[in-house]
């Protein structure tokens, strides 16, 4: 891919990286500063992760958060809740909507029994291998977000994961409420349309207004 121009952010860039397919990132967030997901070529599906940087015991909870807000997806204005009650990360800006809550991760697992396939890439492994580079593994893994996923719930509950509505260059930027560790797995699936079939790069700013 060829280097992209600077982040048209308006603020201080901290990080600017690009995620190649299938791989995972994280980094703690300081308190008031933003992170922006960009889905470089569109339909791609970034699994997602967050913990209070300095007690990490306290986490993300997917429960409360749709709880909390009364909506099974996020979008523009929504909170992403620790199993505390403490506010995150708050989604500040958002081309998409529509964010993902409850279909969690793939794993090797449920990609051989849903698909037949053995052994696979897949979002677990990827937060595992980016967890313990912060002393946390896989206990510390919860239901997740996935943003750019497209999750719809028909009237009789059946769900199912669809193509996404994402279009390349759109993204989410969300602000950190408290400090953060933020993981994310840009998700390798290629046995349904979480990531249209053929996964492409993400691209992640960090930046302070």
């Known amino acids: 891919m060829p280097d992209l121009p600077a982040a048209a952010v308006p603020g201080r860039v901290i990080e600017d990286t690009t995620v190649a397919p299938g791989q995972h990132w994280g980094r703690v967030i300081e308190e008031g500063a933003h992170l922006r997901l960009i889905d470089l070529e569109g339909r791609q599906a970034i699994d997602f992760l967050c913990y209070n940087a300095d007690n990490p015991a306290e986490r993300y909870n997917a429960a409360d958060t749709m ?7 996020l979008e523009k204005g929504s909170a992403l809740y620790s199993d505390m009650g403490n506010k995150l990360f708050t989604v500040v800006d958002d081309t998409v909507g529509f964010h993902d809550t409850i279909g969690g991760c793939c794993s090797a697992e449920s990609n051989r029994v849903r698909y037949g396939r053995w052994p696979t890439p897949n979002c677990r492994d990827n937060f595992i291998c980016q967890l313990a580079k912060h002393g946390l593994g896989k206990k510390d893994i ?10 719809p719930i028909g009237p009789d509950g059946e ?3 669809k193509e996404g509505r994402s279009k390349p260059g759109d993204h989410v930027d969300l602000r950190a409420e408290m400090r953060t560790l933020a993981v994310l797995s840009n998700c390798p699936q290629m046995y349904n349309p979480a990531s249209g079939g ?5 691209r992640v700013v960090v930046w302070r207004p």
């Open 142 to 151: 919860v239901a997740n977000v996935n943003f750019f996923m497209y999750v």
């Open 159 to 161: 769900m199912a994961i």
């Open 67 to 73: 709880k909390i807000s009364g909506k099974l997806w």
């Open 198 to 202: 053929t996964p492409t790069p993400i």
